[in-house]
């Protein structure tokens, strides 16, 4: 991707709250000085959960997200972590660092939107309220700052910032994001279609929650990837992925 970009003169500027707070925390840096890139999720509205309480979840839950307001399909994939697999996935082409230097940490705040280690082991933040006004101003009016209605963020308010490591267990999506790096090719796109199509079906009842990554990860095994070599083979990954995701959708008993 960036290298296309170079090739045309132009740079790609993230929308995204985590690729944008990445963008930002790069500015002025060298990218061989970068260590990682440490991506926050807020966890989604399920995170407190158990793993036998996710068996009953409706659709109605998984779309109480605690603190961004988001369409339903993204504030689905918040709740799977799908996101956060999906954002893995961008980060590695956005920044061209491979996935293996890309962490995902849960923060329940959405303060920090996400970070950047750099080798002498120092840390750069983004900070800002939930919102994305913020992120889309910042690509469009880079390098300027667009002056927002937005109230200032108030840490004395915030409190605390809290941080762990994300429950693979219990929210297995987001290693399906890593697995369709690591095999590469046609696997991310196959793995995007996947999950349109699961969470369409959990949304209107034709799923439930825990069988969203089984969906994806049984496409992801049927599919054999191949390399891209242009536009076409990524939409007929797309498109395959799509019928054999929705086979696996109605062979599920009801």
């Given at each position: 991707?960036?290298?296309?970009?170079?090739?045309?003169?132009?740079?790609i500027?993230?929308?995204?709250?985590?690729?944008s707070?990445?963008?930002?925390?790069l500015?002025?840096?060298?990218?061989?000085?970068?260590?990682?890139?440490?991506?926050?999720?807020?966890?989604?509205?399920?995170?407190?959960?158990t793993k036998?309480?996710?068996?009953d979840?409706?659709p109605?839950?998984?779309l109480?997200?605690?603190?961004?307001?988001?369409g339903?399909?993204?504030t689905?994939?918040?709740?799977?972590?799908?996101?956060?697999?999906?954002?893995?996935?961008?980060a590695?082409?956005?920044?061209?660092i491979?996935e293996?230097?890309i962490?995902v940490?849960?923060?329940?705040?959405?303060?920090?939107h996400?970070?950047?280690?750099?080798e002498?082991r120092?840390?750069?933040?983004?900070?800002?309220?939930?919102?994305?006004?913020?992120?889309i101003?910042?690509a469009?009016r880079?390098?300027?700052r667009?002056?927002?209605?937005l109230?200032?963020?108030?840490?004395?308010?915030?409190?605390?910032?809290?941080?762990?490591?994300?429950?693979?267990?219990?929210?297995?999506c987001?290693?399906?994001?890593y697995?369709s790096?690591?095999?590469?090719?046609?696997?991310p796109?196959?793995?995007?279609?996947?999950?349109?199509?699961?969470v369409?079906?959990?949304l209107?009842?034709?799923?439930?929650?825990?069988?969203?990554?089984d969906?994806?990860?049984n496409?992801?095994?049927?599919?054999t990837?191949?390399?891209?070599?242009?536009?076409?083979d990524?939409?007929?990954?797309?498109?395959?992925?799509?019928?054999?995701?929705?086979s696996?959708v109605?062979?599920?008993?009801?």
């Amino acid at each position: 991707m960036q290298e296309e970009a170079r090739k045309h003169g132009v740079r790609i500027f993230p929308v995204d709250s985590e690729h944008s707070a990445i963008f930002q925390s790069l500015e002025g840096h060298r990218l061989e000085d970068v260590r990682r890139l440490i991506l926050t999720a807020s966890g989604g509205a399920l995170w407190t959960l158990t793993k036998a309480q996710l068996q009953d979840v409706t659709p109605e839950r998984a779309l109480q997200h605690p603190n961004w307001k988001m369409g339903s399909k993204i504030t689905i994939d918040s709740a799977t972590l799908m996101n956060k697999g999906l954002e893995v996935v961008e980060a590695r082409w956005l920044f061209d660092i491979g996935e293996s230097r890309i962490d995902v940490l849960i923060h329940r705040e959405s303060i920090i939107h996400s970070l950047v280690e750099y080798e002498d082991r120092s840390m750069i933040a983004q900070l800002g309220l939930p919102d994305m006004r913020t992120p889309i101003s910042y690509a469009m009016r880079y390098p300027e700052r667009m002056p927002l209605d937005l109230p200032s963020l108030d840490l004395t308010e915030v409190g605390k910032l809290t941080f762990c490591k994300p429950d693979h267990d219990r929210f297995p999506c987001l290693n399906l994001g890593y697995e369709s790096l690591r095999i590469g090719g046609t696997m991310p796109a196959a793995m995007n279609a996947a999950n349109e199509v699961a969470v369409d079906a959990f949304l209107n009842g034709g799923l439930r929650f825990i069988e969203i990554a089984d969906v994806i990860r049984n496409t992801m095994h049927a599919h054999t990837h191949r390399e891209i070599t242009g536009l076409e083979d990524a939409l007929e990954a797309d498109r395959w992925a799509r019928e054999k995701a929705g086979s696996l959708v109605h062979a599920l008993p009801r």
